[in-house]
């Protein structure tokens, strides 16, 4: 969100309608060296569902729309559910991560979603990655103030949120990465690209940036944000909070406004990413007509919004600025993936023409690019990782060879 506003409201499509270029079928999950199916007491745990709770992967197209409009649990696109606590400042804030591990040296696509949404953005890009590359992991973060993921002051106790400064984004990008390969057993870190969608690029690319996570990073990917039309929409950004819904009475009706309005255009997405964007309203139900009011009406809804956008005003401008030169500077392989080319602005449109990133545009696509098309985005990072993985293996140095050969004439003229 914020880097570009969803469009009017349209009719629901029709049911026939192809929803991706992908199928519905997502992979079954893998299981880890351990059948170990509990959940640690401890701030530091990880939770991973047994197999009996797991639901069948196939999820039909053409499905009857009660059905489309269900919601998806996690555990039908990730092994593991972490929780990471850290404390600083007086502040102690329990990270919520999804994770599917890779196998086999394969690498690790370390997301960040946008203002407003949760790690199960990707969650539906989770199951297409694995397709592309069966080795491949996924790490997808609930950003603080987003999702289940919990910041409070350790001495009074009171919930702390908003502090959605882009140097905390990324500090807390980097310590998930590296407390998440810490309880998981890793030898070692394994190859990361960074993927980022609106505000989640400019986290991933100002952790690129700082060197955050060091060599381990061979790329960055950045989807459907440009420093400049970013800047742009924020000017339209309070309208639209106060134009959209408050909340829903139900998660299937909030499936369906984001489905209705084209907000996300893959149901299968909005199914598994929409119900974590909300939460149940704490408001008591209304009084009877009888008995008069003396304060403003409860919300008549039974769901809201689980993150306050317009608390997230005083950071907007500084999420963006400069974003177009950190990401055309910082060290790695660049990937920007648009959903039209009208979003670049003039810096990018300079280091494009001088090769310096790749540039890939889904005009089919809207804003959420990832969620409406997670199969064509999959492929897209597959290659990205492909190409940059190449380990280039190049001629030895004159000088080298001359001292090699000095060295072993040296060692035949000792034997001898």
């Known amino acids: 969100m914020l880097a570009k506003l969803p469009p009017e409201p349209l009719p629901v499509p029709d049911e026939d309608e192809e929803l991706d270029e992908a199928d519905d079928t997502f992979p079954p999950p893998r299981t880890s ?65 999804y994770l599917q591990p890779p196998t086999d040296s394969g690498p690790l696509f370390v997301t960040h979603h946008g203002a407003g949404s949760s790690g199960l953005s990707f969650a539906v890009f989770s199951s297409e990655i694995q397709k592309a590359l069966p080795k491949a992991g996924i790490l997808s973060l609930d950003a603080r103030g987003h999702g289940s993921t919990t910041s409070y002051q350790i001495i009074s106790g009171a919930e702390q949120h908003y502090d959605l400064t882009l140097e905390t984004l990324g500090n807390d990008l980097s310590f998930v990465t590296h407390e998440t390969k810490r309880v998981m057993g890793w030898p070692s870190m394994p190859d990361i690209i960074l993927v980022g969608h609106s505000l989640g690029g400019a986290v991933i690319t100002d952790v690129a940036h700082r060197r955050l996570l060091g060599n381990c990073v061979l790329g960055y990917a950045v989807l459907d944000v440009v420093e400049g039309s970013a800047l742009d929409a924020l000017q339209s950004m309070e309208t639209y909070l106060m134009n959209r819904p408050s909340g829903f009475p ?43 009011t003396t304060s403003s009406p409860p919300s008549p809804h039974a769901y809201t919004w689980r993150t306050s956008l317009s608390q997230t005003k005083p950071f907007w401008t500084s999420w963006f600025t400069s974003l177009s030169r950190k990401f055309l500077t910082s060290p790695g392989g660049k990937l920007l993936l648009l959903a039209g080319t009208d979003r670049l602005d003039k810096e990018l449109m300079i280091g494009q023409m001088q090769g310096k990133y790749q540039l890939q545009v889904f005009p089919d696509a809207g804003h959420f690019i990832h969620e409406d098309q997670p199969a064509k985005t999959a492929r897209v990072l597959a290659e990205f990782w492909e190409r940059n993985s190449r380990v280039l293996v190049l001629p030895p140095k004159v000088g080298d060879m001359v001292a090699r050969a000095k060295k072993e004439k040296g060692e035949e003229g000792e034997g001898g």
Request: glycine content about 2%; overall charge neutral; aromatic content about 4%.
């Open 33 to 97: 060296q351990s059948d170990d199916s509990s959940s640690s007491a401890s701030s530091t745990g990880t939770i991973k569902p047994p197999a009996s709770q797991l639901q069948p992967r196939r999820l039909v197209g053409n499905a009857s729309p009660a059905t489309r409009l269900t919601p998806l649990e996690w555990i039908n696109f990730f092994e593991h559910e972490l929780s990471l606590s850290h404390e600083s400042d007086g502040v102690k804030t329990v990270h919520h991560v």
């Open 250 to 292: 139900t998660l299937s009706s909030a499936i369906e406004w984001h489905t209705r309005s084209r907000t996300i255009r893959n149901p299968t997405s909005a199914r598994a990413s929409v119900p974590s964007l909300l939460k149940e309203s704490q408001s008591p139900p209304p009084p009877p007509p009888s008995q008069p």
